[in-house]
C-alpha cells in the first residue's frame, strides 16, 4: 500500500511575513496522519520554514539543486549537499517551467535527480507534455522519454528512492485540471514503465498528479488507482485550502 503525499510548490512566492502567516496557517491544519505532506518553499525561506513547520511533521523539500552535489565555484546555485546540510528531505527536479523557460534538458534533470540522490534526498522527478504535444497525440511518448532518458542513466533501482510527478504542462496554473480518467491513463502508463524493468519498484514509487490541483478536484483525482497524491502549486499557498487538500489525500 502506497502512502500518499501531497506536496505543496510554492514556485518564486512569499516575502519572510507572507511565509510566517502561512506557516501559521498551516499550524493549525488537521492533517491526516497516514498522508505524508511536503512544502517546497524558495531556497530563500528553507530555513524558516523548518523551524516554524519542524514540529508539525511536514517534511521540507528545495525546488533546484545544481547538477553538482558537492560545494563549489558555481555562483547562484545552490548544492543538494548544502540542502541536506539545512535540513531538506526532497528536491523537485525537472519542473516543466524549469526545463521550458529555463532550457532545463533531461541530461541535467538526471544529473540533478542523481546530485540529490547521492546527498541522501529525494528527488521528486516532474514529467509531463505541453498542449501541442497532447493534441498531436504524442502525450505517451513524452512522458515516456523524460522518464526513460532517467532509468536509462541511473538504473530502476534509483525509482525505489524517489518520487514522480505528472503534471500536465497546459494545467499547470491554467485552472484547467486534466480529467481523472485523462490523468489516470498517464500514471498507469508511468507505472507500466517502471514495471517493465521491476514489478517490486514500480509497485512502491508514489506517482503524483499535478496540475490545478484544489480542494474541489482533489477527491476524485486522488480517487485513482495509480494516482498517491498531488504536487499542489498555487492552492498551496492558502493554508486552509492545501490542508482540504490533505485531508482529501486521506479519505
Ligand atoms: P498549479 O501548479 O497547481 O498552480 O497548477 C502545479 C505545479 O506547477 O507544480
Redesign the pocket.
Known sequence: MRRPLV?G?W?MHGTRASVAELINGLRQQVLPAGVEVAVFPSCLHVVQVLDGLADKGVAIGAQNCAVDPAQGALTGEVAASQLQDAGCALV?VG???RRLLLGETDVEVTRKFAAAQSCGLTPLL?VGETLVQREAGKTLEVVGAQLASVIEALGIEAFARAVV?Y?PVW?????L?ASPEQAQLVHAAIRAQLAAQSAEVACAVRVLY?????AANAAELFGMPDIDG???????LNADEFGAICRAAGS
Open positions: 506536496a510548490n514556485k523537485l519542473h516543466s517551467e516532474c510527478a503534471e494545467a499547470i496554473g491554467s485552472g485540471t499535478g496540475g490545478s490541483v484544489k498531488g504536487l499542489v502549486g498555487g492552492a498551496s
